[in-house]
């Protein structure tokens, strides 16, 4: 989804937001109105100036990457939630342009992790989409992993959709449920189909089940390319089942719950058996 105005239409866009979207170099922010509150002697331009779809200038410097901008848009009283008409707000704009800076500089003056419903664009599925860059600050700042959209599924379906291993990694490693993806559909199910040799063992020592069918019956086996590599790895696992190790791994890190596997690098634990618990 983008939220670019057409270079060639920007008559009725508000000189902020042309300016931060063609990245004029004599510096949008200083045209940001400083004071808190309208007057007839105010000299700047409103922080929170929206177009005709409600895109702020804010939203138009997260989707630039523009730091400086995002700062003295935020100093100047640019509220970080603004959703347009169709529900974008600048941190999924920062996911979307994979601006890692500005992302983080949104989540420390509280931009909202969660859209306030599930239709909306969620800034972690986009960040899911595009790669891990985003979804470490999110995860961090209290984004579910588990968020669920019910066009796109899970945030894990969405890394194995596009084959992102290290986003699928990092997903799995905080706690996302393995086996939650769109409707019947499991994360499983989308990396066979994309032939994922990265991502199948992966989904698998964090306990995917092999044995759930898609909306069409087809367990994951049943998808891969003949003679494929995911065939071959699919098919090893099942005449090979999980070993007593990796079975008491997923146990003990399912009794321990998601929201508190983070803690453990602080348990009185020996840094081998934190390390089995992790994964790493």
Same mark, same amino acid.
């Given at each position: ?42 000299? /700047?331009? #409103? ?10 200038? *804010? @939203? $138009? %410097? !997260?989707?630039? =990457? ?43 003056? /509280?931009? #909202? ?10 800034? *972690? @599925? $986009? %960040? !899911?989409?595009? =790669? ?149």
């Amino acid at each position: 989804m983008s939220l670019r105005q057409k270079p060639g239409n920007l008559e009725n866009v508000p000189i902020l937001q042309s300016l931060v979207f063609t990245q004029n170099p004599f510096k949008p922010e200083r045209l940001i109105e400083t004071s808190q509150t309208e007057s007839s002697t105010t000299k /700047g331009y #409103h922080a929170n100036i929206v177009t005709i779809d409600h895109v702020t200038p *804010l @939203h $138009e %410097a !997260c989707l630039s =990457g523009h730091v400086a901008c995002v700062r003295a848009l935020i100093n100047a009283g640019a509220n970080v939630n603004a959703a347009t008409i169709d529900g974008v707000t600048p941190l999924y704009n920062c996911c979307a342009s994979g601006s890692v800076s500005c992302l983080d500089i949104l989540l420390q003056n /509280g931009a #909202h992790t969660h859209t306030p419903h599930t239709h909306f664009p969620s800034a *972690l @599925h $986009e %960040a !899911c989409k595009r =790669g891990e860059y985003c979804v470490e600050s999110l995860l961090s700042h209290g984004a579910d992993p588990d968020y669920e959209v019910s066009h796109l599924g899970s945030p894990l379906y969405m890394s194995c959709l596009h084959r992102h291993t290290a986003c699928t990694k990092i997903l799995l490693h905080r706690g996302a449920s393995v086996n939650v993806g769109r409707g019947g559909d499991s994360p499983l199910h989308a990396a066979v189909r994309q032939d994922s040799a990265d991502q199948v063992p992966l989904l698998l020592d964090y306990g995917a089940d092999v044995n759930l069918r898609d909306g069409n019956n087809k367990r994951p086996v049943e998808l891969a390319p003949p003679g494929g590599r995911t065939q071959q790895l699919l098919l090893a696992f099942e005449v090979s089942p999980r070993s007593l190790c990796q079975l008491c791994r997923l146990q003990i890190r399912n009794l321990i719950g998601r929201s508190r596997l983070k803690q453990l690098p602080h348990l009185p634990l020996p840094s081998l058996l934190t390390h089995y618990l992790e994964h790493t």
